[in-house]
């Protein structure tokens, strides 16, 4: 097992603390890295297993859980040169601003701190800043769920989306139209582990916001915020599941999406954002823009940079690596305007057939077409592909970059079609689960089964 260690022997160089770095927090690290930058990679308790598997010069493994793990790493973290205190997951987010807070380091507002992972408090935080937002209510049972729509007067058939309080990755999150529907997705959904780890004790109801859906990214330095990609995305509903099949950049922005960055500038203010990088998911609906989640941390679930340098001269993470190591350079990007660059596409490969992966067919079609810049977590062979409706990436990704955009969109409805038709993924029967005599009070063994975290 990996050891724990404490931060290194600094003698007055500064130290950048990355809570949880998982997921892209490990590209946010490296970014880090190259630039020389002392790095300790901090785990809270629960991440034990990918603490193990960290290969950084620099990690700590805390043994406590709850408001105790602050005390514990301030007290490790007080001795030592620290400039900084970075979300480096989702997981990270309210650790990191707790401690950046004790610390009294730059962090974002801290009496709004929940407000920036529950997505009630974050619509109510919005409510109070006279930012519009989607109708949302907290609910823990179907009983609960009928006297919410009872209030809203909601009429049979309206569309409308249930969804864990508290996760990431689009799990849980259902699109259901009429009552029968919604009340099945609450029974499915309630109590579940999600994949932060924890269970739904309650869920949300929300409006369901028709529109097109984009993303907004942004790097924060004391309180001004600089965006740096807008992203429109192309979601499909797949029994009765929202599916991302891609985001494309927007490198010159119309009048609307002028509106929308404008209004997501507002919900970062009003869910205190101050320091660091944020990734916002938001509707552009008839009634203008709605938010969909504020996520403090940088984009997921793919930050390999060079597709992103070859689009626009920077990635996200280095972007927040800037930031940190060199403000005024950063500081001074406030006066650019935005736009220009050259069009990126992420593409979430979907296999929607089950069994197990026998080969990527798709995969010497697609490094042929135009625009086609590489491609990131191809699933292995003899497995399962995973759940197509998450956002985790876990299926792979496929990178295109191109100035010419009708070019790029044009690969990329090519690829969708070849996912569609079973054909980017060549799928066999999973084999065959070996016959387990029954045990000694008659049982029959069974496998486990796994929900993702």
């Known amino acids: 097992m990996h050891s724990t260690t404490r931060p290194p022997a600094t003698r007055g160089i500064l130290v950048y603390v990355l809570v949880d770095p998982v997921s892209t927090g490990r590209e946010l690290a490296a970014a880090f890295r190259e630039e020389g930058a002392r790095v300790?990679?901090?785990?809270?308790?629960?991440?034990?297993?990918?603490?193990?598997?960290?290969?950084?010069?620099?990690?700590?493994?805390?043994?406590?859980?709850?408001?105790?793990?602050?005390?514990?790493?301030?007290?490790?973290?007080?001795?030592?040169?620290?400039?900084?205190?970075?979300?480096?997951?989702?997981?990270?987010?309210?650790?990191?601003?707790?401690?950046?807070?004790?610390?009294?380091?730059?962090?974002?507002?801290?009496?709004?701190?929940?407000?920036?992972?529950?997505?009630?408090?974050?619509?109510?935080?919005?409510?109070?800043?006279?930012?519009?937002?989607?109708?949302?209510?907290?609910?823990?049972?179907?009983?609960?769920?009928?006297k919410v729509l009872d209030a809203w007067g909601t009429a049979p058939g309206t569309p409308l989306v249930i969804k864990p309080r508290d996760s990431a990755g689009s799990d849980g999150c259902t699109v259901?139209?009429?009552?029968?529907?919604?009340?099945?997705?609450?029974?499915?959904?309630?109590?579940?582990?999600?994949?932060?780890?924890?269970?739904?004790?309650?869920?949300?109801?929300?409006?369901?916001?028709?529109?097109?859906?984009?993303?907004?990214?942004?790097?924060?330095?004391?309180?001004?915020?600089?965006?740096?990609?807008?992203?429109?995305?192309?979601?499909?509903?797949?029994?009765?599941?929202?599916?991302?099949?891609?985001?494309?950049?927007?490198?010159?922005?119309?009048?609307?999406?002028?509106?929308?960055?404008?209004?997501?500038?507002?919900?970062?203010?009003?869910?205190?954002?101050?320091?660091?990088?944020?990734?916002?998911?938001?509707?552009?609906?008839a009634a203008g823009p709605r938010l969909v989640e504020v996520n403090s941390r940088v984009m997921g679930p793919s930050l390999t940079p060079d597709p992103y340098h070859a689009a626009f001269g920077y990635s996200h993470q280095h972007l927040v690596a800037e930031r940190f190591l060199r403000p005024k350079e950063f500081a001074r990007r406030?006066?650019?305007?935005?736009?220009?660059?050259?069009?990126?596409?992420?593409?979430?490969?979907?296999?929607?057939?089950?069994?197990?992966?026998?080969?990527?067919?798709?995969?010497?079609?697609?490094?042929?077409?135009?625009?086609?810049?590489?491609?990131?977590?191809?699933?292995?062979?003899?497995?399962?592909?995973?759940d197509p409706t998450l956002t985790t990436g876990a299926a792979g990704i496929a990178y295109l970059v191109h100035e010419d955009e009708d070019l790029l969109r044009s690969s990329l409805e090519f690829v969708h079609h070849l996912e569609d038709d079973d054909a980017f993924y060549r799928m066999a029967d999973a084999p065959a689960l070996p016959h387990h005599a029954p045990g000694p009070e008659g049982a029959v063994a069974r496998p486990c089964a796994h929900t993702p975290s």
């Open 334 to 386: 406030f006066d650019l305007p935005y736009g220009g660059g050259r069009t990126l596409a992420k593409i979430f490969l979907r296999g929607f057939r089950d069994g197990v992966l026998a080969s990527v067919e798709g995969a010497r079609t697609l490094r042929r077409l135009p625009g086609f810049h590489s491609i990131d977590r191809l699933p292995a062979t003899g497995a399962a592909i995973p």
């Open 40 to 146: 300790l990679h901090l785990y809270e308790a629960a991440l034990h297993a990918e603490h193990a598997l960290d290969t950084g010069p620099h990690t700590h493994l805390l043994t406590q859980n709850g408001p105790g793990a602050v005390q514990e790493a301030a007290e490790l973290l007080r001795a030592h040169p620290v400039a900084a205190v970075i979300a480096a997951s989702e997981r990270g987010v309210r650790f990191a601003n707790a401690l950046a807070h004790v610390l009294e380091l730059p962090h974002h507002e801290h009496r709004l701190a929940a407000a920036r992972r529950d997505k009630e408090l974050m619509v109510r935080a919005l409510e109070d800043a006279g930012v519009p937002a989607a109708r949302t209510r907290t609910i823990a049972s179907v009983a609960e769920l009928d």
């Open 176 to 285: 259901v139209t009429g009552r029968a529907q919604a009340h099945a997705a609450v029974e499915t959904t309630l109590l579940r582990s999600n994949l932060m780890g924890e269970t739904n004790t309650d869920l949300l109801v929300q409006e369901y916001l028709a529109g097109t859906q984009y993303i907004v990214n942004t790097v924060s330095m004391a309180g001004r915020h600089l965006v740096t990609e807008v992203y429109r995305e192309r979601i499909d509903t797949r029994d009765g599941a929202p599916v991302l099949r891609h985001i494309i950049s927007r490198p010159e922005l119309d009048e609307r999406e002028r509106t929308l960055t404008d209004y997501v500038l507002r919900c970062l203010d009003a869910l205190g954002i101050k320091e660091g990088a944020a990734h916002t998911e938001v509707m552009l609906t």
